[in-house]
Every structure is written in C-alpha cells, then in structure tokens.
C-alpha cells in the first residue's frame, strides 16, 4: 500500500475572543484538543469545505473564512498529516457534536489560555 499525507482543513472559529475546540476521541490521539475540519473534497474550495465541515461537526455557520497557516505534522506516526488552517468567526448555531465517534465536547476556550494537550496544528496556529 501506497503512503500517503493526509490532506485536511482545519477551522479556527473565533466567538468574543474565544476559540472552538473540541476534545478527540477513539483510537488516534485521544484527549487532545483540535479544531473543527475534516478531507477536502474533490474540486471543494477551502472556504467551502471549512462551511460544509463544521456544520457537519458542530452544526454551526462560519463567516468572514481566511487563510491562516499550513501545518505539515509528521509527529502522529504512523499518520502524516497536512492541514490548511483557515480562521472564521462564528455567525449562528450552538456547537453541538454530530460525530459522537470522533469527538467528545466542542466548547469555547479563552485563546490565551487554552486546554491542553492541543493538537500540533493548533498550537502552531494559536
């Protein structure tokens, strides 16, 4: 089998001065903490996977999407990850998880004072 990076979005959604973030949970890294996203699909833009991907995760609508950085994470082994980071601010909804299998709570975290462990993407980002 071929290997491969990982190819995600992940979204930095911003409420007040606060951060979404939810706390993982499964087999691949369990209790750390990391932003909404998920697989760009096949021709989706970036802003369009960061809309479809937190509604799908959180149920919440996003606005004013921009690029904030790349992170390629080679640390998870044996995953490789590459992940575009956009920023959004919140527009309308309440984080609720719609994937119970991936994620155990989404809340909002005080961007200075965060939980931890983070995901590397989200420490590079914050």
């Known amino acids: 089998m071929e290997k491969k990076p990982n190819l995600a979005v992940r979204v930095m959604v911003i409420k007040d001065g606060k951060v979404l973030l939810g706390k993982n949970k499964g087999a691949f890294a369990p209790d750390k903490y990391g932003f909404p996203g998920g697989h760009i699909d096949y021709m989706e833009s970036f802003e369009n996977c960061a809309k479809r991907e ?3 995760e959180c149920g919440i609508e996003i606005e004013n999407i921009k690029f904030q950085a790349i992170a390629n994470n080679k640390d998870d082994v044996p995953y490789h990850n590459v992940h575009i980071i956009l920023t959004a601010d919140f527009k309308s909804g309440e984080p609720k998880v719609l994937e119970p299998k991936k994620t155990e709570s ?4 005080d ?3 965060p939980p931890t462990p983070l995901f590397k993407n989200v420490e590079l980002a914050l």
């Open 54 to 56: 937190v509604m799908e």
């Open 106 to 109: 989404w809340d909002w975290y």
């Open 111 to 113: 961007v200075e004072n």
